[in-house]
RNA sequence: GGAGAAAUGGCAGAGUGGUCGAAUGCGGCAGUCUUGAAAACUGUUGAGGGUCACACCUCCGGGGGUUCGAAUCCCUCUUUCUCCGCCA
């Protein structure tokens, strides 16, 4: 959620930077700033009538006390209409206030200087690049059909138990996926990141607090009877343990790491692209998310994509980073680099990271504040990245590391896996 | 799931209808003292709105109600604790 401060100060360079979104936003700043004067006009009559309802209820207390019980009754009877202003305006301040809300909650974030301006996913900016893609190897096979040669991930099986989109992995699968958590969680841990585990459901108010909700609604899994929903990503409940705090400058950096199962509904999106392993209801990531001073939070962001990089290094896939352009550019986020690993057998990148920084957009939500070196309280910046989702990794070493007789394991996971191959 | 008790500022803990945004203690911050630190002493110390700055308004778990007036009374929800039941 942008700050009215700054909608106030600066309208017209925000409608211009979220041009880059393809955003017309400058009629509904106007709107804004007209229901923000609106907002304040009506608290400040309420206000008024407020001091003076006090003021007559002390002068009321004094009379009694004194035992002018007449006088007393006679000001009793002129507080009923200061009862009945107070009442009108404060429903008209609440509906004034919804309204305002409502608006806002509509803008998304301001997209950072150096996002490049763009319609799709086409005009993303690509920034760097990482190991040579093998041309279409002869017989090179999806991750799919190798998941079903070696019998190590069951989609079909997954249909029976719940529905497409929730596959059960097998033996050396369901190993080699548990060795990637531990290896991701020990290479984020010695980064500093602290580890945590956290709900895999969350209140309405944590769903707000990251953007979730109200906007995205139909991507969760909503649990009715419960009012709670199913965590589209690990950055919800983690962020939201900040929720309501003020922290202190010292505090910085807050760096953490943790596993969890990410359920989306995915509504919609059906076809060639969503086969096999690339797009699940379920699917298990390691997410880190750190909180940081405004001064600091975009080398943090530089320090993250490192760390990501040294993951993907490690594990000898060939990988490309892009900087999202405004159009692709999600609601939340000041600035996004994805992290896409190269699909052999389908001759396609998968996006396996997301790292982003949200500058004070969730902070505002969340009133996630901190007290600065003046003693001021302003908001932090969040930032989160996957590191990594674990299916797209998985099929991205199922069709590098595939051979004629069986797929081999990146030296990096062998110890945690306990093998070398898969045949 | 049943029965009871509770929820107050960073923490502990007073406050049961009127000048209470809230005693007191601890903690935090600043100062005095000291070569420095500790101790002691003095001052200061919740959040939000509003204002150039004041004034002023709101907030004592959330929501609603009674009253001229609510931290205090009533209803309701949530959470915590104790006991019983069930359970990995």
New binding site residues.
Partial sequence: MLQ?QEIRNQKEALAEALKKRNLEALPILDKILEL?EQR?AT??E???T??E??????E???L??SGKAEE?KEL?EK??TL?EQSKTLNEQLSIIATALQQELYQLPNVPHSSVPAGNSDEDNEEIFREGNIPSLVEGALPHWELAKKYDIIDFELGVKVTGAGFPIYKGKGARLQRALIQYFLDKNTAAGYTEIQVPHLVNEASGFGTGQLPDKEGQMYHVGEDDLYLIPTAEVPITNIFRDE?LNAKDFPIKYTGYTPCFRREAGSYGAHVRGLNRLHQFDKVEIVRVEHPDTSYAALEDMTNHIKELLNELKLPYRILRLCGGDLGFTAALTYDFEVFSTAQDRWLEISSVSNFETYQANRLKL?FKDENGK?QLAHTLNGSSLALPRVLAGILENYQTENGIRIPEVLVPYCGFDFID
């Fill in positions: 009215l923000d304040r608290q400040t309420l206000d008024n407020l001091a309802s006090n003021k007559l209820s002390k009321i207390g004094i009694f006390k007393a009793k507080t009923a009862k003020i504040r309280k």
